[in-house]
């Protein structure tokens, strides 16, 4: 059998098109996460299929996870058309199968002959870890065969600090109730959305959109999401009574898995802020849309509505001294064309949440100059405006479109282009980075349903990649994505660069950043390669070991 040790950004195809140099050690510090992988190919002309066992040994065998990465399809790896854009730095721009999902492996998995495989292995290493050199042995036999590839981990005698970073991918609970075919905020849906927190927050998700309304986000006009509201309304005549007691259970249940601020989803619709979001209320009895996209978004009923409900909810937030971890959003991606409605529904707004961060995505620099946007979550291929302006807390964002020249996440670009992310955002001084897909299991728009294992694209719609980081498996248990963990990987070479800039200063860190290169980093400008990022980080270590 074939077996080649390989960093976590490589990705083994079926077919063997991968980067077959070996990687078989490297350093970590203390409260790191590392990830590796052994490729497996087994050869047999008169045998298809092998039940494989696999079994650890290491002093660190207790902080180690196993997965066996799958390939799902890709119908639209990335678009071709000239709105968008892409460039060369792909794997492939062809549908096909592409390595993405992490399954657990219980130390056994299937293996069959003539097609490339992967063992993926996760470390979090515990910060009170003796520093010091481990291996990692990984057997792999079947019948009377059996083979042993060693993995040689030096944790270092540094701490990975805490990160910083305000890091949100919006979290979609009307998702897993529509997959799991169960009723919302039931006990079932309680434990499943705990299960998706806490897997993302153990990849440096720190923020979770908290639909206190139903957001309305990737909805065609006219139409609703699934009803995801946390917050539970009475409307009589022209009081509203409300009852945050599905909110105090969001709010715990975030406090136990770690999730330190709450993104309040959107008050207006999406692209322009021109409608009112759907809000549920009970009236006269009957449960029922009482605000939507029939609604001006400054219309004086909606206007009356929000001049109760957000101060009842800052008042809560205020109570339960939440304030510092509540950011507020308006509308998502307005543009130039809706300036005007975008800055009237503000205006509305404003003054109710005045005390209060607001955090919109966009990526047009006049919004931030003329005062309509608090926090700018600008996205990564129109930053570049936004840069040197002083701006004190700047975010950034990537979704579908961001697909030339800078990193984004999908299934068909190289793992490196997406864990990159991490030292431009630190060169930059980022403060918060938002993704728009966690978890959403629908096709474009909202409009049915689908099988994330099998449809990757939103039905032919976002590239593979783009609308989900996570798999939902049985029982309600998530499946990381591969390029969650790389993303999450990029996290940490960010937080690494902070510790080092405590010892060296930010500019000699930048000089770290770039020596060898014949140009500066910037967001659309990068070495593309794998082996940068894993000899920067091993830099990094070895001075963080030595200070």
């Not at 996870?65 to 639209?76: D, M, Q």
């Not at 049985?474 to 940490?492: K, T, W």
Request: hydrophobic residues 35%.
């Amino acid at each position: 059998m074939n077996l080649i040790q390989l960093s976590s950004l490589e990705k083994v195809f079926l077919q063997g098109k991968f980067d077959k140099k070996e990687f078989n050690g490297t350093t970590a510090l203390k409260g790191e996460k590392i990830s590796y992988q052994i490729a497996f190919k087994y050869e047999d002309d008169n045998s298809h299929y092998k039940s494989l066992k696999i079994n650890v040994n290491s002093d660190l065998k207790d902080y180690i996870k196993l997965y066996t990465v799958g390939s799902v399809p890709s119908h639209l790896p990335v678009h071709n058309s000239f709105f968008y854009g892409n460039d060369e730095n792909y794997i492939s721009k062809d549908a096909g199968l592409y390595p993405d999902i992490l399954y657990p492996c219980d130390k056994n998995t299937e293996i069959y002959s003539e097609v490339w495989s992967s063992l993926w292995v996760e470390i979090s290493i515990p910060n009170d870890i003796k520093a010091g050199k481990y291996n990692i042995e990984i057997e792999f036999s079947f019948d009377d065969y059996c083979e042993k590839k060693v993995f040689k981990l030096e944790v270092l005698n540094a701490q990975l600090p805490e990160q910083t970073l305000k890091y949100t991918q919006w979290f979609y609970c009307d998702s897993l109730y529509t997959y799991y075919s169960i009723e919302p905020f039931c006990e079932k849906h309680w434990e499943i959305i705990e299960n998706f927190a806490k897997l993302a927050r153990e990849n440096g998700m720190n923020m979770i959109l908290t639909p206190v309304i139903t957001p309305t986000l990737d909805v065609d006009i006219g139409k609703d999401r699934p009803t995801n509201q946390l917050v539970k309304i009475e409307k009589n005549k022209d009081e509203y009574i409300f009852d945050f007691s599905l909110l105090d259970r969001w709010i715990e249940m975030c406090d136990r898995v770690g999730i330190e601020y709450f993104e309040i989803c959107h008050m207006f619709t999406q692209w322009g802020a021109k409608s009112a979001s759907k809000v549920m209320a009970y009236e006269n009895g009957e449960y029922k849309k009482i605000f939507g996209w029939e609604t001006p978004a400054t219309s004086d009923e909606y206007v009356h509505f929000l001049n109760q409900f957000i101060p009842a909810l800052t008042s809560y937030f205020e109570k339960n001294n939440l304030k510092e971890r509540v950011y507020f959003h308006i509308s998502d991606e307005p543009n130039l064309s809706n300036m005007e409605s975008y800055k009237a529904a503000r205006e509305v707004l404003a003054s109710l949440v005045k005390d209060y961060k607001s955090i919109d995505a966009l990526s047009n620099y006049e919004f931030y100059e003329k005062g309509l946007v608090n926090i700018p979550v600008v996205a990564n291929n129109h930053i570049k405006p936004f840069l040197g302006k002083g701006i004190s807390e700047l975010w950034t964002y990537y979704c579908c479109a961001q697909a030339k020249d800078v990193s984004n996440r999908f299934m068909s670009m190289p793992s490196a282009r997406n864990r990159i992310l991490g030292i431009q955002m630190y060169k930059y001084g980022i403060k918060g980075f938002l993704h728009w897909g966690y978890n959403f299991y629908f096709a474009a728009r909202t409009r049915k349903k689908i099988n994330p294992f099998i449809t990757t694209d939103a039905l032919n719609t976002f590239p593979s990649g783009d609308a989900f980081s996570v798999y939902p498996g049985e029982d309600g248990i998530p499946y990381p994505s591969l390029r969650m963990l790389v993303f999450n990987e990029g996290l940490q070479d960010l937080r690494a660069l902070k510790a080092l800039e405590e010892k060296i200063g930010y500019d000699n860190v930048v000089e770290l950043i770039v020596e060898n290169l014949n140009y500066k980093i910037e967001f659309d400008k990068y070495p593309s390669e794998a082996e940068y990022i894993l000899n920067l980080r091993e830099k990094i270590n070895r001075i963080l070991d030595k200070s």
